[in-house]
């Protein structure tokens, strides 16, 4: 996964590029401007202790220029308030080629009132590292200046020249910690025209200031601070921004503030790079050879583009939003997920079937309706699905306002089963690229029935304690996603060393032997693992009693916590998980007591479980089902109690005695 | 697994320059097709490495050609795809660095470049790469200065770390990938190869040829005569360096030495859980140009110089003097006096936990440059080499003989004086000798115990200052009443089955040490909310606990004990019955050894004892019916463990005491240790079985 249009907003870069480099030595010091002391001196408000910094002042000035380069003025003045605040401290300028820095000043204030600034060459030059496949252009400036401690004042002022590649510029005026006095001023030439949209916050109308200059203040934005909360949706999701198109006469692609225009742009950027080649065609002639169906040829070419294309990206400049020529990606058999998508949509259309491409962010809830953008980090496919054509195996579908009906699909995720769509997306919203039909769409949240585990095993129980008994798990959807991933990416000793580990959650001397995976690459079937185990100590011995747990293994806890809940909670994935384990007795005990069963449904899930005892057997069932992907903070002591239940029952004990 | 072959001196100077800096042309020129191994059947058919099922890849070949004289190391990568997670090693990232010095002689421009490459299928179809490296700075920074633990000094104007980046095309599982490179380095300076030969991969067989230069060289460090070529090997049992001369071939016609080291079959480094620190004992050839003649002149050397700037920078001056006098005023032992030394350098600033601060901020606040140790008290903060130094001057200033070690952090690695590196060190500690007799100390570590030295500098070997210069020696070894956890809890539950009350942890040694240092990196929030999720994680969910009392958080030398208070529910109550965990301390825990094969040697990190007391107090609707029975399980002069339940009719006292003695356990004993673990892990989920009383047998209060 990987960027597609990270807006790159004025950010501090966090720690850790200065932990490998000496301290530089800085020089004497002058100049701090005032406009810096000022906002270094003004009296704070209270803020919860867990602020570790805020920011005093941002002013940002874009200033459009009519040959469609901009200029971006930026004044930033942070102080840090915790020690950890101290990753606040790192001023930094992301660019790359088609962007140029044109200044950079750096000031300091320690918390004793030093005054400090910074010379060019202690500015420095850094980007991130691939980690084995990536290759971008983009690269920061960054400083350390002195006084980073709490009570320290860093700013910085910045001036970058860009070239826009679409006619919209973001705002991000809100982040994880408070901030104070902020302004965003729009410079346009003559006979430009703008609008605003809004995600996250309520419209605001900027101040005209006269001569094509407008301003927007948004002062007192506190801070959305996720660190610790549970089940958090993305940060992204929460923050407020604003996004600003603009038009002027001559420009090629105006943008209006519409997703029709956001999908214009990118449809003339993309569209030719989707063009088939002959090899192309060929391929897609002897993978779909024999097929008729619509469903079976496009899942065949999906999961070639799935599992045959290695996930590398490459990408400079506009390469961050531009996908490589599909026959350049076919004969690398590499790319990214815009490259994926690219060539899945040539395939298909080699194949006389219509695709688009569709831009989402892998995080749910950061694209939003509301807010018409290129803000985004992911590209998938929408793949036409023929007038009349139904099928029980199509999942993930949408239709369109055009009456059209898509299946979604994501080549890129190579874990989830073709006519399905990975759980971060569901519910989320995309940009589906078709031209003047371009139009924002809600991905649908699936049905938990594809999307589950099954667990069941056969043990006998010995009476000095001692389990003994195989079991099998299958697993379905995007559950089974890290199983198969073990099964066909890791070796025979890591397989049993994670299997090993995750039984040791429930057993203190397991010994896990004959260990099996099944349909690991066989996305559309059951990931079916198995294997046989033998817990001595697993029923412990109290006076005469022998206490069993007949949920032996597996847990379906849910991370709540104790604190005051306020944002609303993740749950991540529509789900259901059914167990169902027999627990033969010993010769001479019976049961004395058994759990009482328990049916609870609040809605948003259901949890059921039993423990019956016939002949010498223990039979315990319990089915678990999700049915939300998120739910509102409103609904978190419901989701507390859920937990509760689950996590009593998990732990319920069968009282046994001998006979 | 590893053996290590006879040790032949060598040693690593950062750069050996040239007595005469001639400029050779290089001649390397990439050809594909000329240059790759044509694949065998056996190879291109290959589809798993016998022994090692589900190998993601395994390195067919590897040759690395190291020419001195052209400044080039020619590379070749041969590299069998078995599965989809091998395919990854299609993607390459070369990563080199220049340094641009501030004299020209000291500058490195190394670069890679001459990339060719293809991949073939396992029917032989040959895709070759005709992609674009691509070239990407990853660091690039001006005015670096670098100084080790010793003392050795670095500046550059300019600093660039950069990366060639390639992934070669169409790779299959079953695909051969394969790919040659060069790395270039500056013509006025000569680099040893280091032959790095076991990683993530298995490895078939490789081929290591070194041409050394044939110029007479300086060391670039001392400026002497370099006079031998050393190595350290630590390699397969089976593989040895040949090293013949080839005479009239070197520059200007001068004999070539040339090394040469052929390797099969070698294994991967095996990864496990509690491993030892073994990361720089892979098997390995490192050279170096030497001016030395042994190992141990290489250490009397390298001593000499670290012991002289380190008793430079910790020289007596009179302010000094005076402020060490007034700390020990009124003390009248040597034990008296050191302890007041101590205890004013653990006050201080230690800038390893916090930041380091500029020259131009020491301007600012009128204290100037850190020149010596005088300057660390001026400043109230050091790093934690500068707060040993300034200890160890104190005390040489008290009228007792101080010095300086250097050691090895053990969480990361061990020091081997068959190694000629100073680089091997982390850390420095002090040794003074106290009313006759020599003890260890850790000033730099902040709130460690006066007299002890943190966990990661135990046990270990160094090289320390004596009244002679500089010489070997071994730190101590903690034992586990050194490191000790106390967990008390007194809970109370009503006749609601709600349960509060209040939880003591105390932490002496290494776990006070870990949490009065957490807190050093954050603040009082921070180390709430740590110690807070501590015990979270070891107690039923069902419990909320909140931190109420920190105590001795900067008392170093007494424990740190922090209080709780808990609520909520805790245990599983049936129709009749109230299952409680005997120790709820272990509720959270899981199996600590659940593999039953081991490779390596089971590795902790200090020896400690943990006790557990836990009474719970429980209504009169309840009797206890079944606790567990007392366990008393060990492993001989190593661990012992003991836990008993005694009920009461009010409530039920838990006692739990474990203790382990030792940081190593060899591959042979681990069944024994996993058993004896097995063991008392289930003990600790036992359950006390409390019994409802029936209504007609409990008192029933009456309203007065």
Same mark, same amino acid.
């Given at each position: 996964?990987?960027?597609?249009?990270?807006?790159?907003?004025?950010?501090?870069?966090?720690?850790?590029?200065?932990?490998?480099?000496?301290?530089?030595?800085?020089?004497?010091?002058?100049?701090?401007?005032?406009?810096?002391?000022?906002?270094?001196?003004?009296?704070?408000?209270?803020?919860?202790?867990?602020?570790?910094?805020?920011?005093?002042?941002?002013?940002?000035?874009?200033?459009?220029?009519?040959?469609?380069?901009?200029?971006?003025?930026?004044?930033?003045?942070?102080?840090?308030?915790?020690?950890?605040?101290?990753?606040?401290?790192?001023?930094?300028?992301?660019?790359?080629?088609?962007?140029?820095?044109?200044?950079?000043?750096?000031?300091?204030?320690?918390?004793?009132?030093?005054?400090?600034?910074?010379?060019?060459?202690?500015?420095?030059?850094?980007?991130?590292?691939?980690?084995?496949?990536?290759?971008?252009?983009?690269?920061?400036?960054?400083?350390?200046?002195?006084?980073?401690?709490?009570?320290?004042?860093?700013?910085?002022?910045?001036?970058?020249?860009?070239?826009?590649?679409?006619?919209?510029?973001?705002?991000?005026?809100?982040?994880?910690?408070?901030?104070?006095?902020?302004?965003?001023?729009?410079?346009?030439?003559?006979?430009?025209?703008?609008?605003?949209?809004?995600?996250?916050?309520?419209?605001?109308?900027?101040?005209?200031?006269?001569?094509?200059?407008?301003?927007?203040?948004?002062?007192?934005?506190?801070?959305?601070?996720?660190?610790?909360?549970?089940?958090?949706?993305?940060?992204?999701?929460?923050?407020?921004?604003?996004?600003?198109?603009?038009?002027?006469?001559?420009?090629?692609?105006?943008?209006?503030?519409?997703?029709?225009?956001?999908?214009?742009?990118?449809?003339?950027?993309?569209?030719?790079?989707?063009?088939?080649?002959?090899?192309?065609?060929?391929?897609?002639?002897?993978?779909?050879?024999?097929?008729?169906?619509?469903?079976?040829?496009?899942?065949?070419?999906?999961?070639?583009?799935?599992?045959?294309?290695?996930?590398?990206?490459?990408?400079?400049?506009?390469?961050?939003?531009?996908?490589?020529?599909?026959?350049?990606?076919?004969?690398?058999?590499?790319?990214?997920?815009?490259?994926?998508?690219?060539?899945?949509?040539?395939?298909?259309?080699?194949?006389?079937?219509?695709?688009?491409?569709?831009?989402?962010?892998?995080?749910?809830?950061?694209?939003?309706?509301?807010?018409?953008?290129?803000?985004?980090?992911?590209?998938?496919?929408?793949?036409?699905?023929?007038?009349?054509?139904?099928?029980?195996?199509?999942?993930?579908?949408?239709?369109?306002?055009?009456?059209?009906?898509?299946?979604?699909?994501?080549?890129?995720?190579?874990?989830?089963?073709?006519?399905?769509?990975?759980?971060?997306?569901?519910?989320?919203?995309?940009?589906?690229?078709?031209?003047?039909?371009?139009?924002?769409?809600?991905?649908?949240?699936?049905?938990?029935?594809?999307?589950?585990?099954?667990?069941?095993?056969?043990?006998?129980?010995?009476?000095?304690?001692?389990?003994?008994?195989?079991?099998?798990?299958?697993?379905?959807?995007?559950?089974?996603?890290?199983?198969?991933?073990?099964?066909?990416?890791?070796?025979?000793?890591?397989?049993?060393?994670?299997?090993?580990?995750?039984?040791?959650?429930?057993?203190?001397?397991?010994?896990?032997?004959?260990?099996?995976?099944?349909?690991?690459?066989?996305?559309?079937?059951?990931?079916?693992?198995?294997?046989?185990?033998?817990?001595?100590?697993?029923?412990?011995?109290?006076?005469?009693?022998?206490?069993?747990?007949?949920?032996?293994?597996?847990?379906?806890?849910?991370?709540?916590?104790?604190?005051?809940?306020?944002?609303?909670?993740?749950?991540?994935?529509?789900?259901?998980?059914?167990?169902?384990?027999?627990?033969?007795?010993?010769?001479?005990?019976?049961?004395?007591?058994?759990?009482?069963?328990?049916?609870?449904?609040?809605?948003?899930?259901?949890?059921?479980?039993?423990?019956?005892?016939?002949?010498?057997?223990?039979?315990?069932?319990?089915?678990?089902?999700?049915?939300?992907?998120?739910?509102?903070?409103?609904?978190?002591?419901?989701?507390?109690?859920?937990?509760?239940?689950?996590?009593?029952?998990?732990?319920?004990?069968?009282?046994?005695?001998?006979? | 697994?590893?053996?290590?072959?006879?040790?032949?001196?060598?040693?690593?100077?950062?750069?050996?320059?040239?007595?005469?800096?001639?400029?050779?042309?290089?001649?390397?020129?990439?050809?594909?097709?000329?240059?790759?191994?044509?694949?065998?059947?056996?190879?291109?058919?290959?589809?798993?490495?016998?022994?090692?099922?589900?190998?993601?890849?395994?390195?067919?070949?590897?040759?690395?050609?190291?020419?001195?004289?052209?400044?080039?190391?020619?590379?070749?990568?041969?590299?069998?795809?078995?599965?989809?997670?091998?395919?990854?090693?299609?993607?390459?990232?070369?990563?080199?660095?220049?340094?641009?010095?501030?004299?020209?002689?000291?500058?490195?421009?190394?670069?890679?470049?001459?990339?060719?490459?293809?991949?073939?299928?396992?029917?032989?179809?040959?895709?070759?790469?005709?992609?674009?490296?691509?070239?990407?700075?990853?660091?690039?920074?001006?005015?670096?200065?670098?100084?080790?633990?010793?003392?050795?000094?670095?500046?550059?104007?300019?600093?660039?770390?950069?990366?060639?980046?390639?992934?070669?095309?169409?790779?299959?599982?079953?695909?051969?990938?394969?790919?040659?490179?060069?790395?270039?380095?500056?013509?006025?300076?000569?680099? +040893? !190869?280091?032959?790095? $030969?076991?990683?993530?991969?298995? %490895?078939? #067989?490789?081929?290591?040829?070194?041409?050394? @230069? *044939?110029?007479?060289?300086?060391?670039?460090?001392?400026? +002497? !005569?370099?006079?031998? $070529?050393?190595?350290?090997?630590? %390699?397969? #049992?089976?593989?040895?360096?040949?090293?013949? @001369? *080839?005479?009239?071939?070197?520059?200007?016609?001068?004999?070539?030495?040339?090394?040469?080291?052929?390797?099969?079959?070698?294994?991967?480094?095996?990864?496990?859980?509690?491993?030892?620190?073994?990361?720089?004992?892979?098997?390995?050839?490192?050279?170096?140009?030497?001016?030395?003649?042994?190992?141990?002149?290489?250490?009397?050397?390298?001593?000499?110089?670290?012991?002289?700037?380190?008793?430079?920078?910790?020289?007596?001056?009179?302010?000094?003097?005076?402020?060490?006098?007034?700390?020990?005023?009124?003390?009248?032992?040597?034990?008296?006096?050191?302890?007041?030394?101590?205890?004013?350098?653990?006050?201080?600033?230690?800038?390893?936990?916090?930041?380091?601060?500029?020259?131009?901020?020491?301007?600012?606040?009128?204290?100037?440059?850190?020149?010596?140790?005088?300057?660390?008290?001026?400043?109230?903060?050091?790093?934690?080499?500068?707060?040993?130094?300034?200890?160890?001057?104190?005390?040489?200033?008290?009228?007792?003989?101080?010095?300086?070690?250097?050691?090895?952090?053990?969480?990361?690695?061990?020091?081997?004086?068959?190694?000629?590196?100073?680089?091997?060190?982390?850390?420095?500690?002090?040794?003074?000798?106290?009313?006759?007799?020599?003890?260890?100390?850790?000033?730099?570590?902040?709130?460690?115990?006066?007299?002890?030295?943190?966990?990661?500098?135990?046990?270990?070997?160094?090289?320390?200052?004596?009244?002679?210069?500089?010489?070997?020696?071994?730190?101590?070894?903690?034992?586990?009443?050194?490191?000790?956890?106390?967990?008390?809890?007194?809970?109370?539950?009503?006749?609601?089955?709600?349960?509060?009350?209040?939880?003591?942890?105390?932490?002496?040694?290494?776990?006070?040490?870990?949490?009065?240092?957490?807190?050093?990196?954050?603040?009082?929030?921070?180390?709430?909310?740590?110690?807070?999720?501590?015990?979270?994680?070891?107690?039923?969910?069902?419990?909320?606990?909140?931190?109420?009392?920190?105590?001795?958080?900067?008392?170093?030398?007494?424990?740190?004990?922090?209080?709780?208070?808990?609520?909520?529910?805790?245990?599983?109550?049936?129709?009749?019955?109230?299952?409680?965990?005997?120790?709820?301390?272990?509720?959270?825990?899981?199996?600590?050894?659940?593999?039953?094969?081991?490779?390596?040697?089971?590795?902790?990190?200090?020896?400690?004892?943990?006790?557990?007391?836990?009474?719970?107090?429980?209504?009169?609707?309840?009797?206890?019916?079944?606790?567990?029975?007392?366990?008393?399980?060990?492993?001989?002069?190593?661990?012992?463990?003991?836990?008993?339940?005694?009920?009461?009719?009010?409530?039920?006292?838990?006692?739990?005491?474990?203790?382990?003695?030792?940081?190593?356990?060899?591959?042979?004993?681990?069944?024994?240790?996993?058993?004896?673990?097995?063991?008392?892990?289930?003990?600790?989920?036992?359950?006390?079985?409390?019994?409802?009383?029936?209504?007609?047998?409990?008192?029933?209060?009456?309203?007065?």
């Amino acid at each position: 996964m990987q960027l597609l249009a990270y807006a790159r907003s004025v950010r501090f870069w966090v720690a850790g590029f200065f932990l490998s480099i000496a301290v530089v030595p800085l020089h004497a010091a002058t100049g701090v401007p005032d406009w810096v002391r000022t906002a270094a001196h003004q009296t704070l408000p209270n803020f919860p202790e867990t602020t570790k910094a805020v920011v005093l002042l941002d002013e940002t000035t874009y200033t459009i220029a009519p040959n469609g380069t901009a200029i971006e003025h930026v004044r930033h003045v942070v102080k840090i308030l915790r020690p950890q605040g101290r990753e606040y401290g790192y001023p930094s300028v992301w660019f790359d080629k088609d962007s140029k820095v044109l200044s950079m000043h750096v000031w300091s204030i320690d918390p004793a009132g030093h005054e400090y600034a910074l010379k060019d060459n202690e500015i420095q030059e850094f980007s991130p590292p691939g980690d084995g496949e990536l290759y971008s252009d983009d690269k920061a400036k960054v400083a350390d200046p002195p006084g980073r401690d709490p009570g320290g004042i860093v700013a910085f002022e910045y001036e970058e020249r860009e070239r826009p590649y679409l006619a919209e510029t973001n705002w991000f005026f809100q982040e994880d910690i408070p901030r104070l006095t902020q302004s965003f001023t729009l410079v346009l030439p003559p006979g430009y025209t703008y609008t605003t949209t809004w995600a996250h916050h309520p419209q605001t109308v900027g101040i005209d200031l006269e001569n094509h200059r407008y301003r927007w203040d948004m002062n007192n934005e506190p801070a959305i601070d996720l660190e610790h909360v549970p089940m958090r949706p993305a940060s992204r999701s929460l923050e407020a921004r604003m996004t600003i198109h603009y038009a002027g006469p001559g420009m090629a692609v105006p943008q209006d503030g519409t997703w029709q225009g956001i999908g214009e742009w990118y449809y003339g950027l993309s569209h030719d790079r989707l063009t088939t080649t002959p090899e192309i065609a060929a391929k897609t002639a002897e993978l779909t050879q024999g097929k008729t169906d619509f469903y079976d040829k496009a899942e065949v070419i999906g999961e070639f583009v799935q599992q045959k294309i290695r996930y590398f990206v490459i990408e400079m400049g506009v390469g961050g939003y531009q996908p490589h020529a599909a026959g350049d990606i076919f004969r690398g058999r590499y790319g990214d997920c815009k490259d994926k998508a690219a060539l899945l949509s040539a395939m298909l259309s080699s194949a006389g079937i219509h695709s688009a491409m569709l831009m989402v962010d892998t995080d749910r809830g950061v694209v939003d309706p509301d807010d018409p953008s290129i803000v985004g980090d992911h590209m998938i496919g929408a793949i036409e699905i023929p007038q009349g054509y139904e099928s029980p195996k199509l999942h993930s579908v949408v239709t369109a306002k055009t009456g059209k009906r898509y299946l979604i699909f994501d080549p890129t995720w190579d874990k989830t089963p073709f006519g399905q769509l990975e759980n971060n997306l569901q519910g989320s919203y995309g940009v589906l690229i078709e031209g003047t039909n371009s139009q924002v769409l809600q991905l649908p949240v699936l049905d938990p029935k594809l999307n589950t585990i099954r667990r069941s095993a056969s043990f006998q129980l010995d009476a000095d304690g001692t389990l003994k008994g195989t079991v099998t798990e299958k697993r379905f959807g995007d559950l089974a996603e890290y199983e198969r991933y073990l099964f066909t990416h890791e070796d025979a000793k890591k397989q049993q060393e994670y299997m090993d580990r995750v039984v040791a959650e429930d057993f203190t001397a397991p010994s896990l032997t004959g260990l099996k995976g099944e349909n690991a690459d066989m996305l559309n079937k059951d990931m079916t693992t198995s294997y046989v185990i033998s817990a001595s100590h697993f029923a412990s011995a109290s006076g005469p009693l022998l206490m069993v747990r007949p949920r032996v293994l597996g847990t379906l806890a849910i991370p709540v916590d104790h604190e005051k809940r306020k944002v609303d909670i993740d749950l991540r994935q529509t789900m259901q998980a059914n167990d169902d384990f027999d627990i033969e007795l010993p010769p001479g005990y019976t049961v004395d007591e058994l759990p009482d069963p328990v049916k609870v449904d609040f809605g948003f899930a259901s949890y059921e479980s039993s423990t019956e005892f016939h002949g010498q057997t223990l039979h315990y069932r319990r089915i678990y089902t999700q049915r939300e992907i998120s739910l509102p903070v409103e609904k978190y002591p419901e989701l507390r109690k859920l937990a509760g239940i689950i996590g009593a029952d998990e732990q319920s004990l069968v009282v046994l005695k001998r006979k | 697994m590893m053996q290590r072959s006879s040790i032949i001196r060598w040693q690593k100077a950062i750069h050996a320059f040239s007595l005469l800096a001639v400029v050779l042309s290089s001649c390397v020129r990439a050809h594909a097709g000329d240059l790759f191994v044509k694949p065998t059947a056996e190879e291109l058919a290959m589809t798993a490495l016998p022994g090692y099922p589900g190998a993601a890849a395994v390195v067919l070949y590897r040759e690395e050609i190291t020419k001195d004289d052209m400044h080039v190391v020619q590379h070749y990568d041969r590299i069998k795809i078995l599965t989809e997670e091998g395919k990854k090693y299609a993607n390459v990232e070369l990563r080199f660095s220049s340094a641009r010095g501030l004299e020209m002689e000291a500058s490195d421009d190394t670069m890679v470049g001459d990339i060719v490459g293809r991949t073939i299928h396992a029917d032989g179809k040959v895709i070759p790469f005709t992609g674009k490296p691509y070239l990407k700075v990853v660091e690039k920074e001006h005015d670096v200065n670098f100084q080790g633990v010793d003392l050795q000094k670095l500046s550059f104007a300019e600093v660039k770390v950069q990366e060639k980046v390639f992934t070669l095309p169409d790779v299959e599982v079953g695909s051969i990938i394969e790919y040659r490179y060069s790395t270039r380095y500056g013509d006025h300076s000569f680099e +040893a !190869p280091d032959w790095y $030969i076991q990683g993530d991969l298995y %490895l078939k #067989a490789a081929h290591y040829t070194w041409y050394p @230069t *044939t110029e007479e060289l300086t060391s670039g460090e001392t400026g +002497a !005569p370099i006079n031998s $070529i050393t190595w350290f090997p630590i %390699l397969p #049992a089976d593989a040895k360096i040949v090293s013949h @001369t *080839t005479p009239g071939t070197g520059h200007l016609g001068r004999d070539q030495q040339v090394y040469d080291l052929v390797v099969k079959d070698v294994p991967p480094m095996p990864k496990e859980e509690y491993m030892p620190p073994i990361a720089s004992f892979s098997y390995r050839v490192l050279y170096n140009f030497s001016e030395y003649r042994s190992v141990q002149d290489y250490w009397n050397s390298a001593g000499k110089h670290w012991s002289k700037a380190a008793n430079n920078f910790s020289s007596v001056s009179s302010e000094l003097t005076s402020a060490t006098q007034g700390i020990i005023a009124g003390a009248n032992t040597q034990d008296e006096k050191l302890r007041k030394i101590y205890a004013a350098v653990m006050a201080l600033e230690n800038t390893d936990f916090t930041r380091e601060h500029g020259k131009l901020e020491d301007k600012a606040s009128g204290e100037g440059p850190v020149n010596k140790v005088a300057d660390v008290l001026t400043h109230k903060r050091g790093s934690s080499t500068q707060l040993t130094e300034l200890f160890v001057a104190m005390a040489r200033v008290a009228g007792m003989k101080a010095y300086l070690m250097l050691v090895p952090d053990r969480s990361e690695r061990l020091f081997t004086p068959m190694w000629m590196n100073m680089q091997q060190f982390d850390d420095v500690i002090a040794i003074v000798n106290v009313d006759g007799k020599e003890q260890f100390f850790d000033p730099g570590s902040r709130y460690c115990r006066y007299g002890h030295v943190a966990w990661q500098h135990t046990d270990v070997q160094g090289i320390r200052q004596t009244d002679a210069g500089t010489g070997f020696a071994l730190t101590l070894v903690d034992s586990y009443a050194d490191n000790k956890t106390i967990r008390i809890a007194n809970l109370y539950m009503n006749d609601k089955g709600e349960i509060t009350g209040k939880i003591d942890l105390t932490f002496s040694g290494a776990p006070a040490l870990s949490w009065r240092q957490t807190s050093l990196r954050g603040d009082e929030e921070s180390l709430k909310h740590a110690l807070r999720t501590h015990l979270e994680n070891m107690l039923p969910k069902s419990l909320e606990v909140k931190v109420s009392e920190i105590k001795g958080l900067d008392d170093y030398e007494k424990p740190l004990i922090v209080s709780y208070e808990v609520k909520g529910t805790l245990g599983t109550a049936t129709g009749k019955r109230l299952l409680m965990p005997a120790d709820l301390f272990l509720a959270g825990s899981t199996a600590t050894f659940p593999h039953e094969k081991r490779e390596l040697a089971v590795y902790f990190h200090y020896p400690q004892a943990v006790q557990d007391a836990l009474r719970v107090n429980f209504p009169e609707q309840f009797v206890t019916e079944a606790v567990p029975t007392e366990a008393k399980l060990g492993i001989p002069q190593l661990a012992v463990y003991s836990m008993s339940v005694v009920a009461a009719p009010k409530n039920f006292t838990t006692r739990r005491s474990y203790m382990f003695g030792g940081t190593l356990v060899l591959p042979k004993d681990y069944a024994e240790l996993r058993t004896f673990y097995s063991q008392f892990e289930s003990k600790d989920q036992e359950s006390v079985v409390l019994k409802v009383v029936p209504a007609s047998a409990t008192t029933v209060p009456t309203a007065n």
